[in-house]
C-alpha cells in the first residue's frame, strides 16, 4: 500500500528550527521527486520546495530561500525537510507529495501521492 507519513511538526518559538521527515512505502522511491507544501489556516496551499528523483536538483519558494533546506535519503526512503529561521505567519500544516518530476508552475508540481501532513506551529 502507497503510503506517505509526515513526521517532526510541533510547537516552535519564533527564531527555531524544526526538521520534518516523509517517510515512504509501497513505490519505488528512488524513481519519484519529493515536493513540501504547507497550508495556513484560512489560506491556499503553496508550495514550500521539491527535490527531483535524479540528480537531485532542488527548487524553493522565494519566501523560504535561504532558510529552508530540502533533502532525501534514498537509501531509507525518506525525505526530509529542514526549516531555520521559522517565522509566525509559517504556522501551517505541512504536506509531502510524490510525483514523477518536480512540475515548477504548477500549483500541486504535479505530484500523485499525498501525505496527512503535520502541524507546524510557530509562536512564542
Known amino acids: 500500500q502507497l503510503q506517505l507519513v509526515e513526521s517532526g511538526g510541533g510547537l516552535v518559538q519564533p527564531g527555531g528550527s524544526l526538521r520534518l521527515s516523509c517517510a515512504a512505502s509501497?513505490?519505488?522511491?528512488?524513481?519519484?521527486?519529493i515536493g513540501w507544501f504547507r497550508q495556513a489556516p484560512g489560506k491556499d496551499r503553496e508550495v514550500v520546495s521539491c527535490?527531483?528523483?535524479?540528480?537531485?536538483?532542488?527548487y524553493y519558494a522565494d519566501s523560504v530561500k535561504g532558510r529552508f533546506t530540502i533533502s532525501r535519503n534514498n537509501d531509507k526512503k525518506t525525505g526530509y525537510l529542514q526549516m531555520n529561521s521559522l517565522k509566525h505567519e509559517e504556522t501551517a500544516v505541512y504536506y509531502c507529495?510524490?510525483?514523477?518530476?518536480?512540475?515548477?508552475?504548477?500549483?500541486?508540481?504535479?505530484?500523485?501521492?499525498w501525505g496527512k501532513g503535520t502541524l507546524v506551529t510557530v509562536s512564542s
Open positions: 507529495a510524490a510525483g514523477r518530476f518536480c512540475l515548477y508552475g504548477s500549483p500541486t508540481l504535479g505530484m500523485d501521492y
Open positions: 509501497g513505490f519505488t522511491f528512488d524513481y519519484y521527486s
Open positions: 527535490i527531483s528523483s535524479s540528480v537531485g536538483s532542488t
